[in-house]
């Protein structure tokens, strides 16, 4: 069979010939770089008949089994295993959930460059692993927090003082439980979630009865709405991003739409970077806001943290 009718066995073949048999410990001597088609095979767990098939274009669709056993006895990287996935079934795999040890260094300096603009990086679960100046300006400094601490939800139920930051704190509450389940889901994250559910349920009778409505909302984009102590009455536009390769982060930026309340944040910002001392913020000021489709609101409130 030609390389263009059968692509994933070229992929399989160029895999194996990488890699080192003496790593995992096979001897022999060889024609050809890299495992044997039987060694994949038997590290892959699988026939070595039905693996040989595959390089060859025979015996149909394997099935996302196969294909996980094959990626990870071909030590696969994601984007690697992902890309198995699209040759021998058309799709991305299951997503497979994993706790954020934290982000690059080069996101990290991405979102330092946006001085008037405050963004954070938070899990599938709404921990805060990474943000920048600007946010510890208008949200909360997240460096004062253990990081334990650092989870939007905790804050925003366990917490009384963040009710009097809200314009409407029901509604902005409401949607980020439905941002949360949604989230969650995405990121095959739902068992991973379920002790911090159990323990907002048993801390927040407000959280217990808003999970219990199963609502699942989109944090895409919207509009933020802070009663600030410092900045006053301040709006901020809002967008949500996935970190590529890594379905667990979300980066969400927030734009001031006035732009002399952007020169305000711009100013503290570099009064912080120039003193190298903390600058007050609220404690987690959660946002009462509408959500834009299109630069329109939708018929309901949105409201977004």
């Known amino acids: ?33 890299g495992l044997r088609r039987e060694e994949v095979a038997q590290r892959s767990n699988i026939s070595p008949t039905w693996y040989t098939w595959l390089e060859q274009g025979r015996g149909g669709a394997p099935s996302a089994d196969v294909l996980n ?6 030590m696969l990287t994601e984007p690697e295993r992902e890309h198995l996935f699209m040759l021998g079934l058309g799709r991305p795999p299951e997503v497979c959930y994993r706790v954020a040890a934290g982000v690059s260094p080069r996101l990290q300096r991405l979102i330092d460059t946006l001085d008037a603009s ?5 899990t599938a679960a709404w921990d805060i692993v990474a943000w920048n100046r600007a946010a510890t300006i208008v949200m909360t400094d997240y460096d004062r927090l253990a990081p334990d601490e650092r989870n ?3 804050l925003l139920f366990c917490n009384p003082t963040i009710r009097t930051f809200q314009h409407d704190w029901e509604a902005m509450a409401r949607f980020v ?23 907002l349920c048993r801390a927040s009778p407000d959280f ?13 984009e ?19 991003f996935a970190v590529d390769g890594r379905p667990d982060l979300n980066l969400v930026v927030y734009n001031p739409i006035d732009p002399a309340v952007a020169e ?6 570099k009064e912080k970077q120039r003193t190298g001392q903390r600058v007050s913020a609220p404690e987690l000021l959660g946002a009462s806001g509408r959500s834009k489709t299109n630069g329109k609101p939708h018929a309901r409130s949105r409201e977004g943290t």
């Open 222 to 240: 919207g509009t933020k709405r802070l009663k600030h102590p410092d900045l006053g009455d301040i709006e901020l536009e809002y967008s949500g």
């Open 118 to 122: 405050p963004a954070l990086v938070r």
């Open 264 to 269: 305000q944040i711009r100013r503290q910002v």
């Open 152 to 154: 939007i939800l905790r």
């Open 1 to 33: 069979m030609s390389t263009e009718k059968n692509p994933l066995g070229v992929f399989l073949r160029d895999r194996r010939s990488r890699l080192d048999p003496a790593t995992f410990g096979f001897s022999g001597r060889r024609r050809t770089p």
């Open 177 to 199: 439980v439905g941002a949360f389940r949604a989230d969650a889901a995405r990121a095959g994250a739902t068992s991973e979630i379920a002790d911090l559910v159990d323990e």
């Open 208 to 220: 217990d009865r808003l999970w219990r409505e199963n609502e699942v909302i989109s944090h895409g």
């Open 69 to 74: 056993r094959i990626a990870s006895g071909l």
